[in-house]
């Protein structure tokens, strides 16, 4: 059974920088398209962006577009979130997640998920 673990997450000030990490192990990683959500308290779990096996097609949503970047190492078994120019609204726990077939927003496609990593963005 394949299994996520999420880290890197943590408190900012807005503007600044967060890169997180989510490490499978089980069953192989490949060639799962990968994904990450978010969510904030008392808010629906939000699709952030989605990367190919391959990693050479991404989608974000147009909240974070020009401010993240979503990439992955097979070799390692792990896909990272560059977060950079972090606001406010920015603050959720943030999950990533593994789906077959094509990169997609819904989160009723994934079917597995990591604990999740609280991103805070605050002054």
């Known amino acids: 059974q394949r299994q996520l673990v999420e880290s890197g997450g943590g408190w900012v000030q807005p503007g600044e920088s967060l890169r997180l990490s989510c490490t499978a192990s089980?069953?192989?990683?490949?060639?799962?398209?990968m994904g990450w959500f978010r969510q904030a308290p008392g808010k629906e779990r939000d699709f952030v962006a989605g990367?190919?096996?391959?990693?050479?097609?991404?989608t974000y949503a147009d909240s974070v577009k020009g401010r993240f970047t979503i990439s992955r190492t097979n070799a390692k078994n792990t896909v990272y979130l560059q977060m950079n120019s972090l606001k406010p609204e920015d603050t959720a726990v943030y999950y990533c997640a593994t789906t077959f077939g094509p990169i997609t927003a819904s989160r009723y496609d994934y079917t597995t998920w990591g604990q999740g990593t609280q991103v805070t963005v605050s002054s």
């Open positions: 990367i190919s096996w391959s990693g050479t097609s991404t």
């Open positions: 089980g069953r192989t990683f490949s060639p799962y398209v």
